[in-house]
């Protein structure tokens, strides 16, 4: 890489504060750039080190515009911005050539688009259908009838199975499970006895999911990813769930059956959903959060169990008093003793017949 | 699906109230039922419903007998009659040709039961056993000495290390890995050494294990999965666990070394189990419970630290009553200094000399 | 198995407190062992098994020398020693024979070390580098340009995208993903663009890694594993986070993006951490914690939010005695009723005026 910043800010329409002349030789994160690096700022949190930073140019938002020693480019979004730089100045993606290994297996009737790459020991079953343009991962599995949208990018080893429908431009990590049977059970004298789950996954366009993440079939009808959803790894998606567009769901978190996840809502790592409610839109669930009934659309809540952020912190707050509030009732209980000897003197033996 | 009101009484065995000749075309969930759907109650939760549904039937338990729109049909359990009928009706499920791929590798002395089906791209390992009717998906891999039951069904990208044994009619779904090294260090001067984990995994007849699920063998003898055992995805269950027959796991459990588990036991999502404890038949723990010590049998955990679940749900009340607590610890207190001043007043310049 | 104590003791460099003439005929966990086995103790939950094991010698830290039914041989770590002794009596490993496979994929310009056993179906990609005397399992997926060390063990059907660096004998469980995208979005207008993740993952010395473990690869620079760290099943590791040498993730834990760990660490199950912190050298972290903001070294932080270890259970304990100080708090309103009533009835009509 070698660009003027004059050049980095034209491409990122952006407006340079300091020497437009600069050389820039790389990029990094604030940390750990050098003299010659273009960084960014997203994170409040590391705005500090704009002032340490050893980057030569550095790119915000546009209400910072300290003089410091690096060159700002002030642009709408940072982080969009440096992604668009290392679109530009990352290592070549790797590229996976149009065409079938010879030791994948096709089944039967199965529809194959234009420009479609199907690395070796891919397993694709009878009537499914792959779309123009989308990359099949080696050993990746795909199940009877399932059908992948244009456009995709199946890594290697993922498992998809039968009668799954997923959209265009999805991406799916290694190792991620989708249609396995939903976890139902009747139980009839002590003995578990499976449910058939006849159901099906609906997957979106623009989805990403994570490695290892596992999106169970439903029971009936279909469990539900909706369009611009992120999933990260090890998630787990239970049977007949419903992801509203544009959510996300952080590494680990869990949801259970038949709960339905409202549209653009957050939800953090290691969170647990209870079955059988609703989220509502816009909504916000902290890390590690436990949520055991329906949340109102535009609402935060935190903990465990998880109620309103605010309500959470005041009751995290009294918590933390407990030990003062503790000794003040022990302070109130010798005061008050002492008091009540008083009084007793002052009453002597002619204590009212009413106490 | 084309059936009377009538018919599929007859089939689940169950009492009709209202219009015996309704005409089935479909089954759905309660909510999402259209007319000509039959559907089923068996959450609580949903019960409302009833008179909601657009459902034409509704399988129910013989203690419901409103009369609603729907035609009812009482039978004993609602949510295995209806398993039942999506067995009749359901989408015809895959199936695996018996035979072995000619791309499946078999090691040596193999042990290959009758209408055994091994799909593409297995790898078995040398003096592995397979019993009877049992489905090995593909890219599954079989170790060294293993054997699997009869009518086994192990999907695709399962990964069995060497000398585990499982019994009849286990159900495993992808991604799941049974045998893996216990996590066990002896740490010497700051190095963590690794301890042989020279122990097997054995599971019961009848167990189903969901996708991506670790289970790791054991130091020495066997960490055990008992019959009738239901594991949901991405549990783990550490080295030497083990578990009673007919005990739930619910999906992101974690279950720690050398910890056993009773009979008929329900752990439910994300639960975490320290290890060297005993969990005691028929208990049940709550979603996201942290245990930390012997459950005697019969109990009903919850929280964390995993306590009685009224006693739970107790201190959870007072916790939530702390803010109202500091106050009237703070009235207490006003109303005590009002009460010293006035005692002071009246006892003037003669304080007792004791107090 | 047929050895007597002195040849035990000889090897394991112990001192017997006993019959050394005794002969053992196998290894055993302490509840399970039966006459003639060699057993252990390293967890003091144990130690009254002493007594009552039918073992017929235990290894014993040297500050043990209770005269028992058992021999006893002291030695400086049980546990260690104890494994030791299943190295050399345990079941024959399994070993795969060096050589590449025949169905196995190899790449353009791949480097392949001295020794190295390639099983079935792996697929090494282009430029991609395998020490000596490295096993890659069936299966394995190998990412363009990707290095492993010597020595190492990487079990089938681990993923390793590409780029990626690993040290020398390095140890990788089933299900494995490496190199997964770093879960980074900027939102523009609802919509969640992906920022390209191009840095990548290096991983030092003698690491074991559990099975289906997540590591994502850096947004730029590079997700990094230090020397001798341990990482149990169904771990996440977030991108761009550092681990220290020495340091140990249990099964199910969660480290979020740019989080800085250092060296000697515990973390236990399940416990989570957020993003952009640093926990010091020497820390450990409690099982199911959520760790919120940075922790000093040599600290042993628990609960959620993580605190102080004893500050934590100090609160705890309050928190068990709510009911008893609730109703503390009711006894003095009582009595400070009663008090200011009898106060009242001393006044009479003349009540001061300053109250």
Same mark, same amino acid.
């Given at each position: 890489?070698?660009?003027?910043?004059?050049?980095i800010?034209?491409?990122l329409?952006?407006?340079?504060?300091?020497?437009?002349?600069v050389l820039?030789?790389?990029?990094?994160?604030?940390?750990?750039?050098?003299?010659?690096?273009?960084?960014f700022?997203?994170?409040?949190?590391?705005?500090p080190?704009?002032k340490?930073?050893k980057a030569?140019a550095?790119? #915000?938002p !546009?209400?910072?515009n300290?003089?410091v020693?690096?060159?700002?480019i002030?642009?709408?979004?940072?982080?969009?911005?440096?992604?668009?730089?290392?679109?530009?100045v990352?290592?070549e993606?790797?590229?996976?050539?149009?065409g079938?290994d010879?030791?994948?297996i096709?089944?039967k009737d199965?529809l194959?688009?234009?420009n #479609?790459?199907?690395?070796?020991?891919? =397993?694709i079953?009878?009537?499914? =259908?792959?779309?123009?343009?989308?990359?099949?991962?080696?050993?990746?599995?795909?199940?009877?009838?399932?059908?992948?949208?244009?456009?995709?990018l199946i890594?290697?080893?993922?498992?998809?199975?039968e009668?799954?429908t997923?959209?265009?431009?999805?991406?799916?990590?290694?190792?991620?499970?989708i249609?396995?049977?939903?976890?139902?059970?009747?139980?009839?004298?002590?003995?578990?006895?499976?449910i058939?789950?006849?159901?099906?996954?609906e997957?979106?366009?623009?989805?990403?999911?994570?490695?290892?993440?596992?999106?169970?079939?439903?029971?009936?009808?279909?469990?539900?990813?909706?369009?611009?959803v992120k999933?990260?790894?090890?998630?787990?998606i239970a049977?007949? =769930? !419903?992801?509203?567009d544009n959510?996300?769901?952080?590494?680990? =978190?869990?949801?259970?059956?038949?709960?339905?996840?409202?549209?653009?809502?957050?939800?953090?790592?290691?969170?647990?959903?209870t079955?059988?409610?609703?989220i509502g839109?816009?909504?916000?669930?902290?890390?590690?959060?436990? #949520?055991?009934?329906?949340?109102?659309?535009?609402?935060h809540?935190?903990?465990?169990?998880?109620?309103?952020?605010?309500?959470?912190?005041?009751?995290?707050?009294?918590?933390?008093?407990q030990?003062?509030?503790a000794e003040?009732?022990?302070?109130?209980?010798?005061?008050?003793?002492?008091?009540?000897?008083?009084?007793?003197?002052?009453?002597?033996?002619?204590e009212?017949?009413?106490?």
């Amino acid at each position: 890489m070698n660009m003027k910043v004059r050049e980095i800010a034209k491409i990122l329409e952006g407006k340079v504060i300091g020497d437009e002349e600069v050389l820039i030789t790389g990029v990094s994160g604030i940390k750990e750039a050098q003299k010659g690096d273009l960084t960014f700022i997203a994170n409040n949190k590391y705005r500090p080190l704009l002032k340490s930073t050893k980057a030569s140019a550095i790119l #915000v938002p !546009s209400d910072i515009n300290n003089t410091v020693d690096a060159v700002l480019i002030q642009v709408e979004n940072p982080s969009l911005a440096f992604a668009n730089m290392l679109n530009i100045v990352g290592p070549e993606p790797v590229v996976f050539a149009s065409g079938i290994d010879p030791t994948a297996i096709i089944g039967k009737d199965v529809l194959i688009g234009k420009n #479609v790459s199907i690395q070796p020991y891919a =397993v694709i079953e009878d009537h499914a =259908v792959i779309g123009d343009d989308t990359i099949i991962g080696s050993c990746v599995y795909i199940g009877h009838y399932t059908k992948i949208g244009k456009n995709c990018l199946i890594y290697p080893h993922v498992i998809i199975r039968e009668r799954i429908t997923m959209g265009d431009r999805v991406i799916i990590h290694p190792g991620t499970v989708i249609g396995g049977d939903g976890f139902g059970f009747a139980t009839v004298k002590g003995v578990h006895q499976k449910i058939p789950q006849i159901g099906t996954v609906e997957i979106g366009n623009d989805v990403e999911i994570g490695s290892n993440v596992t999106i169970d079939r439903a029971r009936f009808d279909k469990t539900y990813i909706g369009n611009g959803v992120k999933i990260d790894n090890l998630a787990q998606i239970a049977h007949n =769930v !419903s992801i509203g567009d544009n959510t996300i769901v952080v590494a680990q =978190v869990g949801i259970s059956g038949s709960t339905v996840i409202g549209k653009n809502v957050i939800i953090a790592g290691q969170a647990g959903i209870t079955g059988h409610i609703n989220i509502g839109d816009n909504s916000i669930i902290g890390g590690k959060a436990g #949520v055991t009934k329906n949340i109102p659309p535009n609402t935060h809540v935190t903990g465990f169990p998880a109620r309103d952020k605010w309500e959470d912190m005041r009751l995290q707050a009294y918590a933390r008093r407990q030990p003062e509030l503790a000794e003040k009732i022990k302070k109130l209980e010798e005061r008050l003793e002492k008091t009540e000897r008083r009084l007793k003197d002052l009453y002597g033996e002619n204590e009212p017949e009413n106490s």
